[in-house]
Structures are given as C-alpha cells and as structure tokens.
C-alpha cells in the first residue's frame, strides 16, 4: 500500500512558515505530523529542501525521536506499556507476540492498514500492568497468549465496520471498577 | 596562561584544547573521531584526561585549557578508561581483522594494540547491517563503523555536501544516506574524503583490483595505462619513503615490471584537455558564450553542479576530464597508430580519486559499447598490487613512459594541485590571444591556501580574471556568489571538489590524522611546483605530442572530430520528484 502525505497541505504550511533556519526543523516536522499523522518520504525531502539542509540531516533528526512515525497510524492503534510495572510483569513478552502476530515491528502499521503498533515508555495505568492499548481501549494483565485473541476480535470488527471508525468499547474507568 | 600538563609547567594559548597544547608539546593523545579545523564531537572519548580538583574525565579535544589546570594525559585512570572504551567498541565490532581492507592501517586495531587487548572482553553483541556496494566509487560496511562520525561531519562541515547522516538513536544508530537508502541514490558525489577520515574498514574505496590483475593476466588483451599528477608525488608514502619525494620514473619502471603494455601521462591529456579549454574559453570571450567558465576535471564537482545547481551546466565546460581525453585517444587515434582493435584493449587509470571511478563508468565516456576507461585504481589499490608483486619501488631503474601518450608539459603536472589547471590554462590562452608566452611563469596567488583565491591576469588588451574553489563548500559559495550577481566579470572558474586538489584526493594514502593530512597535502603540492621549476617544457602549447595528435587526428581545438572525442555535450538531469 503506497502511503503519502497529503502534499499540497504540507506545502501550504511550509508557505505559512515562510523563511526559517533549521531551528525551526523539529516545529515543523511536529506540525506536519500532527496534521498528517506521520511524516512521508515526500513531506521530508519538501522540508530539507525548505530549509536548505540535506536530507539525510532531516531524516537522521527525525529518527532520532521517538515522537515521529513514518507510517500513517493504523485504522486501530495498538500501544504497548513498557514502564518499569509493566516490564516487570512480562510486558517484553507481549510486546513480542504482538509483533508476531501482527508480523510488524513496533513503529510500524500492518500492511492491510488496519493496525499500527507502537512503544510507550508508561501509560500511568501502573496496577494494571502489563497493559496494552487497542484504539481507545485498555486491557488489563494480559498474556502472551491473550495476543492473538484480542487482535482476532479486533480484525473481525474493524472488518464489518467497513470504512467505519472503531468506537471504543471499554473506558479505562470501565476497566478500573 | 599557565597550565600544568604532567607535572610539568607550559604555557597555552588563549581558547586551546587540552589536545592540542599536549600535541604541541610533543605528547600524542590517542583521537578516533577529531577532525581538525571541525567542531569537536566529543564522540569517541579516546581522548578523555584526568584534571585535578574534578571528578570525572574529560575530553581533551573539546575542553579548553584554563589558567592553572593541571592536567594528566596518561594517569593510570586515564589509561585505563581508554583501554575500556576500546573494548567497548570491539564488543561491537567484527573479529575480521585478518580480512579486512584496513589492517594494518588501522586506528582502532592500533588502539587495541597500544592499550594491550588481548580477548575479548565482553561477548560479541554485533548488529549487522546491509553491505552498500551501490556506489561506483565507494563501498560502506557499517558493521566496522564506531559511530565516530568522522565521515559525518567531514561530508557537511568540510564538503558541504551532506550525503550521510547519524540514523535513528542509542544501539540501533547508524551511519547512513537519507532513508536509509544506498550510497547511489544519495547526493553522494563520490569524492572518497570520507575514506580518508575513517579510522576503521567502515568505508573503502569499490576496487577494481581483480579485473585489473585478470586484465593483465589475458593474452588477449593489450593493458594500457595512465597515472594522473598527483600520483607520482604520494606513492612514496605508502613505501615508507618521505612524502613529497616524486617517484615518477620509478612509477613508470614499477608499471612496467606489473605487466602494462603501454605507460602513458594523463598529464599528456591535461595539455590536451588546456588546449581545448583555452580555445573554449577564448570562444566563450569572443562569441560571447556563457560566463563564467567552470572547468570540469573534477568529477565530485561535475557531479555537484548536475545535483545542486543543473541550470549552471551551460557554464561547466563541454571539456571530458584529463582521464577520460586520455581514454578517448587510446581507443582511437593510439589504437589505429599501433593497428589494435580498440575492443582488445584494457585502459587502467591510476588516480588519487574515488570519484574517477564513477566518472569512468559513466554513459557518456563510450563510444560503441566500449568504454574510455575500463578500471580506475586509487593510489592505495596500485600500492596493494607492487606490494603483492612484489616490486621494490625504489631499486627499479628510473624509466620513460611511452610515446607520444607519455610526452607531457610541466603545467599538465599542475593539474594535480588547486590552482594548477588555472595556471596551465592562463599559459595557453595568454598564448592564444596574444600569439606570445605569458612573461610570468608562476601565478603565486593561484597557488594560495585559502578555499577562494582570484587573480587577473593581462592577456594583450584583454584582462582575464579568474577564480579558483579549493573544496566543494568553497565552490558552493563561490556559485551562491555568482548567482547574486557579485562577480559579474569572471571569466573563469576552477573547481577542485577536494580542498587543496588531487593531492589532496579521496584516493591518495591516508594520513594519521588532520595535521599529518594538511603536512602531506602541502609537501605533494610543493613537489607538483618543483617539478614544474626544473621543467624544461613548460607550456602546454608546446607539447609537440599533443601537436602531432592535432596535426594526424584532431585538426584544431573544438573541431569536430574534437569534439566527438573529447568533449560532452550533457543533458540536463530529469528532476527526480520524490
């Protein structure tokens, strides 16, 4: 699946901006992703070339940041715990079966464009560890072995949503009474 | 500002770095990642010293000394927090010494040899990476990579070209092109002065060593050869003689003994290639053609000038570069000289560039399927080969390079230093305009050292007024100049990509660090200028060579048979959206 920021947006904020230095390159590649949602190949080479610095600085700065993607975000997010709590109730090992089960490594999107899976250092939900997100959803002590049945359900109701967006089912207050 | 280094009292000049006051004062600490004249990094930690009245180690090539610090360079913390680093970088580092391009030659082997490793002392936590052999000119290995990022900033800072960069962050950094792509699709220009900083086997130049020595070894095939200026004054370093020595008929003698047919001077073909400059230039002068005139023997920059700026190519002169004039010639006037078939024969050049490679393999340096040049071998490739043949440089009995290719003027030696092509063109066009020789031979302020030098020189009536770019961040100004209208009266340009010129080139014999770099590039270019001193023929226009090869093949610069052979006519690059 070919995935592209939407360009003529991009250069409409680029115009915004006018003249800047690479000061100004970490505000922009914010302002590209909260807009896009992660930042393209296309929305990279236009930012180098908007502040005169060479690619490779551009997308070296933006690697360094966990903050950046580049891929757009799954039609369901899926974030995984990986505090102090959660690793040391086995968050490693539910990290791994997430990633095979999805058969992406985490930073990246499912190439079916239904999930993307993604680290967070803590979610603050530290007596439920370990514990994952899925869309707006939060589950509690889950296993390795709960992996591929959370990730089933899911699958099927974003395939009978269609186009539709996943509403979500639980509240992390849902799941803390 | 007093200072105690070891005890001992010195004194430091206002803002030195610890490195450098103990190097002065003639006391060597161990550096893997400082570049002279760019910012420090502070990234390899080689260099850390112990001050006293502080509680950690410091970098010595970042801190500056202060009034009354007592340093220790070697205290035993000191040493041993080296030792440790050391260790620490070979717990990610191949065992692959024995194989590897750079032993021998070093500085992390050497490290481990000097702070006495002798195991491994953590278990290998190696994270491998992908080969990049994409590139004509230069292949990266990351697994060998420290992270020192020497290449890094010598690619930005030095160049100003930027085509590499630190990826993603803590273990899983690398060093790689925009997107972790490869070395080709990069803005990379191929230049090699990223080799000539790597302490380690990270970064090479592509060989082409093996179809060279299967070349030479085929019956079939007649082996022709050319050296380029600047090789003749930097061999000796790689066999232990003192650089700036010109070995250029023990050259001559070793390519004889290695099994080339024919030794030929591609300073014979940078006379060629001033005579056709000049007269372009002249015509530019007097037809008015595009103004200035950038000269376009050095690849890396030709390269540049189609990425950066293509709608400056009208400007770049149609000139093939010495290298690829000299193939040009053998494969058509030399070959019908001998009656060879042109497809029988193998042309090696021996240049002090990576960049050569490239430009060697590109489309248009054939005619009818056969290259102009078939292999390009750095000056550190050709030391390989005497070395594995076995042939002792310096006990050979000086020889002659063959004629008419080996016939060559003095200036044409000069195309190996910035500067010198400028030189060698102002003799010949002097001559053009004015029917008589230039009454100075020297234009002392083409051979300057700062990065933008410019001269006028008094041709008759007309006043030619030049510029010389030593590096490509000094042409990058210098063409940001231009295009804002501030030297609307040059004539012409040269450009050598690398600062200080071939002698200075990515494939030249590497130097320990950045004063031993700076000390060599000066002795080589000092010994380009002797050469032409003691020359006896000093002006390109008077190569008698070069005026048979005009008398039986050429006719007159620019003809048309001229430019089949030695010249391009480029097509402006298709923009690459992304």
């Known amino acids: 699946m070919v995935q592209a920021c939407d360009m003529d947006l991009v250069d409409a904020l680029l115009a915004r901006h006018g003249a800047c230095g690479r000061q100004d390159l970490i505000p922009l590649l914010q302002e590209i992703q909260e807009a896009e949602g992660f930042l393209s190949r296309a929305a990279l080479r236009r930012v180098a070339a908007h502040l005169h610095l060479p690619e490779s600085k551009v997308y070296g700065v933006a690697t360094f940041y966990n903050q950046f993607r580049f891929q757009p975000r799954?039609?369901?997010?899926?974030?995984?715990c990986r505090g102090t709590a959660c690793h040391v109730k086995g968050s490693a090992a539910v990290l791994a079966a997430l990633q095979r089960e999805l058969r992406i490594q985490a930073g990246a999107t499912t190439r079916d464009g239904l999930f993307s899976l993604d680290v967070v250092s803590c979610i603050g939900a530290c007596g439920l560890a370990p514990v994952i997100a899925v869309g707006d959803d939060y589950h509690a002590g889950v296993s390795p072995t709960q992996v591929p049945g959370i990730v089933a359900s899911y699958r099927a109701k974003l395939q009978a949503l269609g186009e539709g967006v996943l509403e979500p089912s639980t509240s992390v207050e849902e799941v803390l009474a | 500002m007093l200072a105690t280094l070891n005890g001992r009292a010195v004194e430091a000049h206002a803002g030195e770095s610890i490195l450098d006051l103990a190097r002065r004062e003639g006391l060597d600490i161990p550096t893997l990642c400082h570049l002279k004249g760019l910012s420090p990094s502070g990234a390899c930690r080689m260099c850390v010293v112990e001050l006293d009245g502080?509680?950690?180690?410091?970098?010595?090539?970042?801190?500056?000394?202060?009034?009354?610090?007592?340093?220790?360079?070697h205290?035993?913390?000191?040493?041993?927090?080296?030792?440790?680093?050391?260790?620490?970088?070979l717990a990610n580092h191949p065992d692959d010494c024995l194989y590897c391009v750079r032993s021998g030659d070093c500085r992390l082997q050497e490290l481990a040899q000097t702070h006495g490793v002798r195991r491994r002392r953590w278990p290998a936590g190696m994270r491998h990476h992908r080969l990049d052999v994409s590139s004509p000119a230069i292949g990266r290995n990351p697994d060998k990579c420290i992270l020192c990022g020497a290449c890094v900033r010598v690619c930005e800072e030095r160049m100003g070209v930027g085509a590499i960069d630190f990826t993603g962050r803590g273990s899983s950094t690398v060093v790689a092109p925009a997107f972790l792509g490869d070395l080709n699709l990069s803005t990379c220009v191929g230049c090699g002065q990223c080799i000539a900083v790597c302490p380690t086997g990270a970064l090479r130049e592509q060989s082409h060593l093996d179809r060279v020595v299967a070349a030479l070894e085929d019956p079939?095939?007649?082996?022709?050869?050319?050296?380029a200026p600047a090789v003749s004054v930097s061999l000796a370093e790689e066999f232990g003689l003192p650089a700036g020595t010109d070995l250029n008929p023990q050259l001559v003698a070793a390519l004889r003994r290695l099994g080339f047919h024919y030794v030929f001077d591609t300073a014979f073909a940078a006379d060629l290639t001033v005579r056709e400059e000049a007269a372009e230039l002249v015509q530019r002068i007097t037809h008015g053609g595009p103004l200035p005139l950038f000269t376009s023997c050095s690849p890396a920059w030709v390269r540049w000038l189609e990425q950066e700026r293509p709608e400056l190519l009208p400007h770049l002169s149609t000139c093939k570069s010495p290298q690829q004039m000299m193939g040009a010639v053998v494969k058509s006037a030399f070959a019908r000289m001998k009656g060879l078939d042109p497809a029988r024969i193998f042309s090696v050049s021996i240049m002090p560039c990576t960049a050569k490679k490239a430009e060697a393999a590109r489309p248009e340096h054939a005619r009818e399927g056969l290259a102009d040049v078939d292999a390009v071998l750095t000056v550190r490739e050709l030391a390989r080969l005497l070395r594995q043949r076995g042939i002792r440089l310096t006990e050979l009995k000086p020889d002659h390079a063959d004629l008419p290719l080996g016939m060559r003027s003095t200036a044409g030696k000069l195309f190996g230093a910035s500067g010198g092509v400028t030189e060698a063109a102002l003799r010949t066009a002097?001559?053009?305009?004015?029917?008589?020789?230039?009454?100075?031979?020297?234009?002392?302020?083409?051979?300057?050292?700062?990065?933008?030098?410019?001269?006028?020189?008094?041709?008759?009536?007309?006043?030619?007024?030049?510029?010389?770019?030593?590096?490509?961040?000094?042409?990058?100004?210098?063409?940001?100049?231009?295009?804002?209208?501030?030297?609307?009266?040059?004539?012409?340009?040269?450009?050598?990509?690398?600062?200080?010129?071939?002698?200075?080139?990515?494939?030249q014999p590497l130097s320990r660090d950045g004063d031993d770099a700076e000390r060599r590039r000066a002795v080589?270019?000092?010994?380009?200028?002797?050469?032409?001193?003691?020359?006896?023929?000093?002006?390109?226009?008077?190569?008698?060579?070069?005026?048979?090869?005009?008398?039986?093949?050429?006719?007159?610069?620019?003809?048309?048979?001229?430019?089949?052979?030695?010249?391009?006519?480029?097509?402006?690059?298709?923009?690459?959206?992304?």
Not at chain 2, 60 to 65: D, P
Not at chain 2, 220 to 227: F, N
Not at chain 2, 573 to 578: L, M
Request: proline share 5%; aromatic share 2%; hydrophobic share 40%.
């Open chain 1, 74 to 80: 799954g039609r369901c997010a899926i974030a995984v």
């Open chain 2, 524 to 578: 080589r270019h000092a010994a380009l200028l002797r050469v032409d001193d003691e020359g006896m023929l000093r002006r390109p226009h008077r190569n008698w060579a070069v005026g048979e090869l005009y008398r039986d093949e050429l006719g007159e610069p620019l003809s048309q048979r001229a430019h089949e052979l030695l010249h391009v006519h480029r097509e402006r690059p298709r923009e690459v959206e992304a």
């Open chain 2, 430 to 507: 002097h001559f053009l305009i004015t029917g008589e020789d230039p009454p100075p031979m020297r234009v002392e302020v083409l051979h300057g050292t700062e990065g933008l030098r410019f001269a006028t020189v008094q041709a008759g009536i007309l006043q030619l007024r030049v510029a010389v770019a030593s590096g490509l961040l000094q042409a990058r100004k210098l063409v940001d100049e231009i295009q804002q209208g501030l030297h609307p009266h040059l004539h012409m340009v040269e450009v050598m990509s690398c600062p200080g010129g071939c002698v200075a080139g990515g494939g």
């Open chain 2, 220 to 227: 079939e095939q007649v082996v022709v050869v050319q050296h």
């Open chain 2, 75 to 89: 205290s035993p913390r000191a040493v041993e927090a080296r030792k440790t680093i050391v260790e620490l970088l």
């Open chain 2, 54 to 73: 502080r509680p950690g180690l410091v970098t010595a090539c970042s801190q500056q000394v202060q009034e009354g610090m007592a340093i220790h360079t």
